[in-house]
């Protein structure tokens, strides 16, 4: 074989979904386009999971006109951290966080200071629709900040780490966790050097590490063994994943979660395309899990029984 | 969903509609598949010298070639000052006219003609059948005793060795040639020249014939004469042989002057009527031909060649898109190749085939740098994003004409199709670029402008190919036949390329 290139029948051969196959087998066949919005507008999100009883952080304003953006700065001195998210981002685009306020500066999550006009600027960009999905104007949501779980302290690097289940007809397929790094500067996003790391299904622990796409052991800032994290309520989180499967009805879907210090799990979006780089942290394929979940004649409506099949078939 | 089945039934129709209608074009309006295919050009020229009786009318009838499956005519017309000029066509007859109410001493008339031969095989023409037994009307030439054994030996050893008409003829023609290159010369040539006898012996064994006269096409040939041929009649169609050469058949050397009996020329009011040829042999391509002669029949209506110049070109240019549109989408699907915005690459393809290659990369680069660092101050005017891109359109457009100004004063006259780049992409390109940049990184940048750029160059070669240009402008149902693909691989679920090296660690599990 080519140096650097995997065969096609080995990958085969691992189970390993491809973005081809994602896209015509399984997003276009289980997710009805008329859905979408539940999932890309995170304001919908948030109502339709109020509705079901999820948690998700605390939304705080709601910013729809350039005008309102004037009356924003006497709301926000009442506060002293916040995120500023456009509601119909992806990929955690245009998320602008807010750690402290010292005076008139603002302090952002990499510890850069920034003006009121510097956050009106961000705004007006968010409303302008620059990063929601097709350009089209867009509100701003401004969110209280999470505070991460203590457990994380010593796996992350400034930025929340955040779990992401796939679940497939409501069935937990396969999960990562994402730590940020510097390199990743304080981002979870693993294509900027952020550290994947795969998740048993069965018990919530540790398997596997990938940082690049190469395994890792240790965190590379902090330097603490990465297999020896254990998610704690593992079967409370994946019953939370699984119930999303109501909330939208998107038969494959992308779950983030992440573990606030006083507030427990909280869903932080939903994604109808979700990527494919939890196989590589995970190192194991998606598509036998999901063919299993396609083979079952009976799928059960609920949410518990669900994650039950799950957590005894997929264990590593 | 269409199952797998039918979208494989229904490319696959695509793709063999696609071809048949481009076969049918190609038969019926010659437009060639290949953009420099040449066809040989005859040009003859049959020189007609008489003198006049004096202050007589003057009337000369000149036999004419008339167009065969061998050979068309493409152009043809009269050098005659003083003399009308008609022609007359009966049949497979015909005959230009040339008169005069009144000429004196000698005259000279000239018939031009522009002639494609095209290579007909032999061999489609023959197919099993019975020898013919038609009555032919019998000449008053008869054989004497001795002559008529030889005959009746040649007739039988050609019979034995042939199954039709024309194997006959090409069998009597070998053995007649043989006879006559014998130093010892049969005697049935004593009597009778060469061509009679052949004529007899066709005649002997009742094979529908007749003698004609052509005209042997020789390169650079001036004053030349007709030469007799045979023709056989077979399969409802006459076919033409060389007398003296068995293997020359169909007649590609030979262009048809004369029918049968009919006689070469005719001249009222002259004498001394004399007819020679010269020929010149010219390479043309065969593009340029079918589209001087595009008649009126079907495809040749429907057809972009019917358009103003100006239309034409601008369809070259659209009927290109779909072959870069593909490409993008084989990279895309089956590479795996990331790129900035869809079909942007298509859109800077299409503009470096305005612009030259280099030329084209190099503005890109220069336009695409300098834009994003004005782009940075722009973002400290807090501006919105619908103004802060029509600036960037400005800014663009003011970039194009410096280029395209300091281009011109250093003498490149290329510089000025930079002006060919769109515009508003580039805008959006430099602001999505921007913000890319800042979100994701600079490798992230250089990942999907290089992606950009390597899809742009593959769709610029490709559609930048004389023959992939020439083939999608002049058959413009091999569309058909991209579109097939395009959808076979819109339903590929296979790996991409790319992903066998993103997921090159499960190598080994």
């Known amino acids: 074989m080519i140096k650097g290139f995997v065969s096609p029948f080995a990958l085969k051969k691992s189970g390993i979904l491809g973005m081809n196959s994602r896209n015509i087998e399984f997003v276009s066949r ?7 919005s539940r999932v890309d507008n995170k304001l919908q999100t948030k109502e339709l999971a109020e509705e079901f009883g999820i948690n998700t952080p605390k939304l705080l304003f709601v910013v729809r006109m350039q005008h309102d953006i004037a009356e924003l700065e006497a709301k926000l001195a009442q506060i002293s951290s916040f995120a500023i998210k456009p509601a119909r981002g992806s990929g955690g685009k245009g998320i602008l966080i807010i750690k402290r306020t010292e005076g008139e500066h603002y302090i952002k999550g990499s ?7 510097g956050i009106a600027r961000h705004l007006t960009n968010i409303l302008a629709g620059l990063y929601s999905l097709r350009g089209d104007p867009d509100v701003a949501i401004v969110e209280a900040l999470i505070e991460s779980d203590p457990i994380f302290d010593a796996y992350s690097y400034q930025g929340v780490p955040d779990i992401r289940i796939i679940v497939f007809q409501g069935y937990p397929i396969m999960a990562m966790l ?3 790094t510097k390199e990743s500067d304080g981002k979870a996003n693993l294509h900027q050097g952020a550290v994947g790391v795969g998740i048993d299904i069965s018990s919530g622990r540790a398997i596997h590490a990938v940082m690049h796409g190469k395994r890792v052991h240790l965190h590379p800032d902090t330097n603490h063994e990465l297999e020896d994290i254990v998610i704690p309520n593992w079967r409370e989180l994946l019953i939370m994943a699984s119930s999303c499967y109501e909330l939208s009805s998107l038969g494959y879907l992308g779950v983030d979660i992440v573990l606030d210090k006083n507030r427990g799990a909280m869903l932080l979006e939903l994604n109808a395309r979700p990527g494919l780089s939890i196989q590589v942290a995970n190192s194991c394929g998606l598509l036998w899990r999901l063919r299993a979940v396609e083979e079952l004649e009976t799928k059960s409506r609920h949410a518990d029984k669900r994650v039950n099949f799950s957590m005894d078939h997929f264990k590593i | 969903m269409i199952s797998k089945k039918a979208l494989y039934i229904i490319a696959f129709s695509l793709i063999i509609l696609g071809l048949f209608i481009a076969f049918m074009r190609h038969e019926q309006t010659k437009i060639p598949f290949f953009a420099n ?9 049959a020189r007609v010298d008489f003198r006049a009786q004096d202050s007589k009318p003057v009337t000369i009838k000149l036999s004419l070639p008339s167009d065969t499956t061998e050979g068309k005519i493409y152009f043809e017309q009269s050098v005659s000052p003083g003399y009308g000029f008609s022609m007359f066509q009966k049949g497979e007859y015909r005959q230009g006219v040339w008169s005069t109410r009144r000429a004196k001493g000698e005259q000279t008339l000239y018939y031009r003609a522009q002639i ?42 050609a019979e034995a060795k042939s199954s039709n008409a024309i194997t006959f003829t090409t069998e009597l023609i070998k053995i007649l040639s043989l006879l006559d290159s014998e130093e010892e010369r049969s005697l049935l040539f004593e009597r009778s020249s060469y061509i009679e006898v052949l004529d007899k012996l066709l005649e002997d064994a009742g094979i529908k014939h007749r003698v004609s006269l052509a005209l042997r096409l020789e390169n650079a040939r001036r004053n030349q004469s007709l030469t007799p041929v045979v023709e056989v009649y077979e399969n409802e169609k ?16 030979f262009l048809l002057w004369t029918r049968g009996s009919s006689s070469l020329i005719e001249a009222e009011g002259a004498y001394n009527a004399r007819v020679s040829f010269s020929m010149l042999k010219q390479n043309m391509p065969a593009l340029e031909l079918a589209r001087s002669h595009m008649g009126e029949s079907g495809f040749e209506i429907f057809s972009v060649h019917r358009l103003p110049i100006e239309a034409q070109s601008l369809f070259a240019m659209l009927l290109l898109l779909p072959v870069g549109a593909l490409i993008t989408v084989f990279l895309r699907v089956i ?16 503009a470096f085939l305005q612009t030259s290659f280099f030329l084209g990369i190099l503005s890109f680069v220069v336009l695409v740098t300098i834009g994003l660092m004005l782009r940075g101050y722009l973002s400290a005017l807090n501006l919105l994003l619908v103004a802060r891109i029509a600036i960037i359109v400005v800014i663009v457009i003011f970039l194009v004409a410096f280029i395209t100004l300091i281009g011109y004063e250093l003498g490149f006259n290329t510089a000025m199709s930079v002006a060919f780049f769109p515009i508003i992409i580039l805008a959006w390109t430099i602001e999505r670029v921007s913000i890319i940049s800042e979100e994701e990184g600079g490798r992230e940048v250089v990942r999907q402008m290089s992606g950009t750029l390597i899809v742009a160059t593959l769709a610029y070669l490709a559609m930048n190919n004389g023959y992939v240009s020439h083939l999608f402008f002049n058959f413009a149902e091999l569309h058909l036949i991209i579109i097939a693909l395009i ?18 660690e499960f190598e080994n599990l």
Do not use: C
Request: glycine content about 6%; overall charge negative.
């Open chain 1, 30 to 36: 289980y997710n009805d386009r008329k859905l979408y």
């Open chain 2, 487 to 504: 959808i076979l691989m819109g339903r590929y679920t296979g790996y991409r390329l790319l992903e066998l090296r993103r997921f090159r």
């Open chain 1, 178 to 180: 994402r730590l940020s």
């Open chain 1, 111 to 117: 510890g850069a200071q920034l003006h009121f006009d």
């Open chain 2, 335 to 350: 590479i795996g190749v990331k790129t900035s915005g869809t079909f942007m690459p298509v859109l800077i393809a299409m």
């Open chain 2, 238 to 253: 006459w076919m033409l042989f060389d007398p003296k050469d068995a293997l020359e058949q169909g007649g590609e050397n």
């Open chain 2, 116 to 157: 494609v031969k095209e290579k007909v095989s032999p061999l489609a023409l023959i197919e099993e059948q019975k020898l013919p037994q038609q009555k032919v009307p019998e000449s008053d030439f008869i054989w004497n005793e001795l002559e008529q054994i030889v005959a009746d030996d040649i007739l039988a050893q």
């Open chain 2, 37 to 45: 295919e040449k066809k040989d050009l005859w040009m003859v020229e």
